[in-house]
């Protein structure tokens, strides 16, 4: 008897890279935040470890603010992306996630989502995906990404695997080797 597949969908949670502190005078806003240099680098390398992993997804979702959006935008130009970025409230700080995931299946069924977004909102969502539980989420370093995979036939909270999880100077080091 032959056992039968079970299809996933993966989800890529990805936290921005590191962003002009909060303190800068240039930060007129939390939401205007932008990568700097030492952000776009870290998010680079996770672009360039994710499109060797050959990830292609069909659903890239991010926060608005800005520093979510660029790392996005990094991500889905690396991947090659046709369908551009979809800017999401639920990945915004105040955002939940539950909303994450129904933001997720509003548009069907993809095989394949990167999630851009902000402590403590992706560590929430990947305890809500595994866990059931958004306080049982896991540390995120700036530009960190974590593989999470659904089983299709039970894309519901609590259902989640996390399959790895890695933050930008593993990349490096894997990138190199």
């Given amino acids: 008897m032959r056992s039968r597949e ?6 890529y949670i990805i936290r921005h890279g590191k962003a002009l502190d909060h303190h800068d005078p240039r930060a007129t806003s939390d939401a205007m935040r932008w990568l700097v240099d030492e952000g ?10 994710l499109a060797r ?15 979510a959006r660029e790392t996005a935008e990094i991500i889905a130009d ?22 994450v995931l129904d933001e997720i299946l509003s548009h069907g069924r993809p095989r ?8 403590p909102g992706v560590s929430q969502f990947g ?16 530009g ?23 933050p930008p100077s593993v990349a490096t080091r894997l990138l190199t080797e």
Avoid: C, K, N
């Fill in 6 to 11: 079970v299809r996933v969908m993966q989800i």
């Fill in 40 to 49: 776009r680098d870290e998010v680079t390398t996770m672009a360039t470890l």
């Fill in 53 to 67: 992993l050959g990830v292609r997804p069909d659903l890239v979702l991010s926060s608005p603010l800005v520093r």
């Fill in 78 to 99: 690396a991947l090659g992306v046709a369908v551009g970025v979809t800017l999401s409230d639920q990945l915004a700080p105040d955002g939940s996630p539950a909303g």
């Fill in 112 to 119: 394949h989502v990167v999630i851009a977004g902000h402590m």
């Fill in 127 to 142: 305890g809500y995906l595994i866990h059931h539980d958004p306080d049982a989420g896991f540390g995120f370093q700036t």
């Fill in 144 to 166: 960190a990404v974590a593989r999470i995979e659904l089983p299709d036939d039970a894309l519901l909270p609590g259902t989640g695997r996390l399959r790895w999880m890695i």
